[in-house]
């Protein structure tokens, strides 16, 4: 089975510009999630999203927003950029269980902002 | 409140055991997670454990879990040079589905 995909792979925007980021999940994984990483504060969840409604968010600025599409495949877009957006942007599908979400990562997106 | 800690660099010798501890703070934790990230890639998801067992063992890879002290550890047995990485645990929390929190992850270096 192919792992979980992201585009494009890097990233160079100038502040004020948007920015789309694109994660295909592992085939029949319904649940998409969203993180941002950065050296200075880690791992941080953005979003989740099942079955085309976003079901959890982080405490992340309303410039961060997500859609999925019927396909389960997600986007994440990010508006008016700022320097600290800068980061390795991550995304991980799961099957959905019973409360188990064994979370499989793509290789991310990384997002320079200058 | 939810948060993740664990050490920030561990080093060892080819051959010996690592052993890689997390605590976490939130009490509705359904399951823990342990996940490896090598430069330049994404996470790659070693092993889980679920709230309620004390112990699962996979391979080289030991999880303990202590409930009532909310301590996490991975134990790696039989170090190998590809083993170094950094290493997140992160935990799940009941009725917030797929979302994790991670710790600042552990940087294991294994020294020849």
């Known amino acids: 089975k192919a792992g979980v995909t992201q585009t494009p792979r890097y990233l160079i925007k100038t502040r004020g510009q948007q920015v789309t980021l694109s994660c295909s999940p592992i085939s029949g994984h319904r649940s998409v999630s969203w993180y941002q990483q950065t050296p200075g504060q880690g791992l941080q969840f953005l979003f989740e999203?099942?079955?085309?409604?976003?079901?959890n968010k982080g405490n992340f600025p309303g410039r961060f927003s997500g859609r999925q599409f019927s396909n389960s495949r997600s986007e994440m877009n990010v508006s008016t950029l700022e320097l600290g957006d800068s980061a390795l942007y991550l995304c991980?599908?799961?099957?959905?269980?019973?409360?188990?979400?064994?979370?499989?990562f793509g290789p991310g997106t990384r997002l320079t902002v200058t | 409140g939810e948060d993740v800690e664990q050490s920030l660099f561990l080093s060892v010798r080819e051959g010996d055991s690592s052993v890689i501890n997390c605590t976490y703070t939130?009490?509705?934790?359904?399951?823990l997670y342990w996940y490896k990230q090598e430069p330049g890639a994404g996470l790659q998801l070693l092993t889980y454990i679920f709230s309620n067992m004390d112990m699962k063992q996979d391979q080289r890879l030991t999880v303990l879990l202590n409930k009532k002290d909310k301590h996490l550890s991975l134990r790696i047995a039989d170090t190998q040079t590809g083993d170094s990485a950094i290493y997140f645990c992160a935990e799940s929390i009941y009725n917030q589905g797929g979302k994790l929190i991670f710790g600042q992850g552990t940087e294991l270096s294994v020294k020849p």
């Open positions: 991980a599908s799961s099957l959905v269980g019973q409360g188990h979400y064994e979370q499989y």
């Open positions: 939130d009490s509705s934790s359904t399951y």
């Open positions: 999203y099942f079955s085309e409604t976003q079901r």
